[in-house]
């Protein structure tokens, strides 16, 4: 069974969490997880930044982090996002607040799996992947 926790909604970001759930299962299902303990967690600029100066030794703003806290027998997982990042790069990349919220989230599952967008490669090959369940997905809006 996958289990979806989602936390840090502070009232401003309206959350579809079937559509939240349904996501995180198609991409988990499609790697064959099919026993999983997710928590995501909508946080501010500010917590993003903090995760990231402790756990990674990095002092600047992201937009998605994910650590794996399992021990191997099943996925245990964070991801954090920030909607505020996700507003600035929907700006930025001409796309809808809801289409970045979706690759945020697909983003964040992928590096649960496993995959790493350290080298421009990695990040090329992250990225199709990202588009590809974007389109194969047909995803659902995630906010309402």
């Not at 840090?8 to 939240?20: K, Q, Y």
């Not at 999983?36 to 993003?48: Q, R």
């Not at 090329?124 to 389109?135: C, D």
Request: charged content about 30%.
């Amino acid at each position: 069974m996958i289990t979806v926790t989602i936390a840090g909604r502070d009232g401003t970001l309206n959350v579809n969490s079937s559509a939240v759930e349904k996501l995180i299962q198609t991409i988990l299902e499609d790697s064959n997880i099919s026993n999983a303990e997710i928590n995501l967690v909508f946080g501010t600029d500010e917590m993003l930044r903090e995760l990231k100066l402790e756990y990674f030794d990095e002092d600047v703003f992201t937009d998605v982090i994910a650590f794996r806290l399992d021990d191997g027998k099943q996925l245990e997982g964070e991801i954090y996002i920030s909607p505020q990042r996700a507003a600035e790069n929907a700006k930025t990349y001409g796309v809808s607040f809801s289409n970045e919220l979706d690759r945020l989230l697909i983003h964040g599952t992928l590096h649960l799996l496993g995959w790493k967008d350290d080298t421009a490669e990695q990040k090329k090959v992250m990225s199709r992947e990202e588009n590809r369940f974007l389109t194969e997905i047909n995803v659902t809006t995630l906010i309402n």
